[in-house]
């Protein structure tokens, strides 16, 4: 067994909850399950909040937040205490790190397209150095789909044997008690008659789809959820006001839990993902279809129990989809955070 200490940058816990901090936390949590005590350590910044553990030891240290604690009092921990760090983020320190990174996909070099206005270009640039300094310096690369892990290889030329694929899960959503009040909230939204996805601003999420999809079938009802000024981004691509169209605002598992057991179809046409964990969270919560983009990370993902959109031909038509051969049992049945979590203890045991 490694003598090898872990020190895990928990600076996630601060920040707003979306596919890469879930991971994080789930992935940790049951890890914590099985990790013998003393191996792995979360470090975060003084006066962050974290789940209690077990077998894991959280440590807050240092006196800065955000960006600059991961880049000045992380690595000054990590060379403290001797360990070696693991950063589940996508970022990792600049200087003074040696351990592992997750890299869940790297939209920002292969998609540039996405990130054409002044913000977003400081953001990729941001990115893209740190995927070349975790390219350089991480031991090991975690990512989350063989996609994923092609596509590191391609742009920053990555051996396959340095990186490992941990996929993401889905049983958070079984803690989560359904909030049915939406329904009552939004009386429009009848049981099995409505379309939803889940929305934010970024480019590959492709919100213009589901615009279209609700504008070419409007007696159909289309819930969408998320954060951003969805509804002025919608008014800027010409597409506001479609009556059909509910935005949901941001809302939490409970309701997203409600939401996709009662919907007709989940929609999810994304343009780039390293996985996409949406869709499997809307099959476990018993959504009757998923409908995702035909692309290759989502046929790897998703497999036969999913409808594909090729968005090539299909500009915004919820009926014209390759439609699912097999039910969604066996898909859940593949995603586990328990295997997950195992296959990351035997890669730290390595050291």
Same mark, same amino acid.
């Given at each position: 067994?490694?003598?090898?200490?872990?020190?895990?940058?928990?600076?996630?816990?601060?920040?707003?909850?979306?596919?890469?901090? &879930?991971?994080?936390? +789930?992935?940790?949590?049951?890890?914590?399950?099985?990790?013998?005590?003393?191996?792995?350590?979360?470090?975060?910044?003084?006066?962050?909040?974290?789940?209690?553990?077990?077998?894991?030891?959280?440590?807050?240290?240092?006196?800065?937040?955000?960006?600059?604690?991961?880049?000045?009092?992380?690595?000054?921990?990590?060379?403290?205490?001797?360990?070696?760090?693991?950063? *589940?983020?996508?970022?990792?320190?600049?200087?003074?790190?040696?351990?592992?990174?997750?890299?869940?996909?790297?939209?920002?070099?292969?998609?540039?397209?996405?990130? *054409?206005?002044?913000?977003?270009?400081?953001?990729?640039?941001?990115?893209?150095? /740190?995927?070349? &300094?975790?390219? /350089?310096?991480? +031991?090991?690369?975690?990512?989350?789909?063989?996609?994923?892990?092609?596509?590191?290889?391609?742009?920053?030329?990555?051996?396959?044997?340095?990186?490992?694929?941990?996929?993401?899960?889905?049983?958070?959503?079984?803690?989560?008690?359904?909030?049915?009040?939406?329904?009552?909230?939004?009386?429009?939204?009848?049981?099995?008659?409505?379309? !939803?996805?889940?929305?934010?601003?970024?480019?590959?999420?492709? !919100?213009?789809?589901?615009?279209?999809?609700?504008?070419?079938?409007?007696?159909?009802?289309?819930?969408?959820?998320?954060?951003?000024?969805?509804?002025? +981004?919608?008014?800027?691509?010409?597409?506001?006001?479609?009556?059909?169209? %509910?935005?949901?605002?941001?809302?939490?598992?409970?309701?997203?839990?409600?939401?996709?057991?009662?919907?007709?179809?989940?929609?999810?046409?994304?343009?780039?993902?390293?996985?996409?964990?949406?869709?499997?969270?809307?099959?476990?919560?018993?959504?009757?279809?998923?409908?995702?983009?035909?692309?290759?990370?989502? %046929?790897?993902?998703?497999?036969?129990?999913?409808?594909?959109?090729?968005?090539?031909?299909?500009?915004?038509?919820?009926?014209?989809?390759?439609?699912? *051969?097999?039910? *969604?049992?066996?898909?859940?049945? &593949?995603?586990?955070?328990?295997?997950?979590? +195992?296959?990351?203890? %035997?890669?730290?045991?390595?050291?």
């Amino acid at each position: 067994m490694s003598e090898t200490a872990w020190a895990v940058d928990g600076s996630f816990f601060a920040q707003r909850l979306s596919g890469i901090q &879930r991971y994080s936390i +789930e992935l940790l949590a049951a890890l914590d399950r099985i990790v013998p005590p003393g191996l792995v350590e979360i470090v975060t910044p003084q006066g962050v909040t974290t789940p209690q553990y077990a077998n894991i030891k959280v440590v807050p240290y240092g006196t800065h937040r955000g960006g600059v604690w991961q880049q000045l009092d992380y690595p000054r921990y990590l060379k403290r205490r001797g360990a070696k760090g693991l950063a *589940t983020c996508n970022v990792i320190p600049l200087f003074g790190f040696r351990g592992i990174a997750v890299v869940h996909d790297v939209c920002y070099r292969a998609r540039p397209d996405f990130y *054409t206005d002044p913000r977003g270009r400081l953001s990729a640039a941001w990115h893209c150095l /740190q995927y070349r &300094r975790i390219a /350089q310096r991480a +031991e090991r690369i975690i990512t989350v789909s063989e996609f994923s892990k092609s596509e590191i290889t391609k742009y920053y030329g990555v051996p396959a044997s340095k990186i490992d694929v941990i996929y993401n899960a889905w049983q958070q959503m079984e803690r989560a008690v359904p909030d049915e009040t939406v329904f009552a909230q939004h009386p429009e939204l009848k049981p099995g008659e409505y379309y !939803f996805s889940m929305a934010n601003l970024l480019k590959n999420k492709n !919100f213009l789809w589901v615009l279209r999809a609700a504008k070419a079938k409007p007696d159909a009802v289309f819930a969408i959820a998320g954060g951003g000024s969805l509804a002025a +981004e919608a008014e800027r691509l010409g597409l506001a006001d479609l009556p059909n169209v %509910r935005y949901l605002g941001y809302v939490r598992d409970g309701t997203a839990k409600a939401l996709m057991a009662h919907c007709r179809a989940f929609l999810f046409p994304t343009l780039y993902e390293g996985f996409g964990i949406p869709p499997l969270e809307a099959a476990a919560c018993g959504a009757p279809q998923i409908l995702v983009s035909d692309t290759p990370c989502m %046929r790897e993902v998703y497999g036969p129990s999913a409808a594909y959109i090729d968005l090539n031909t299909n500009p915004g038509n919820v009926d014209a989809v390759t439609p699912a *051969t097999a039910p *969604t049992a066996a898909l859940l049945a &593949r995603y586990s955070w328990a295997k997950s979590a +195992e296959k990351l203890l %035997r890669i730290l045991l390595q050291g």
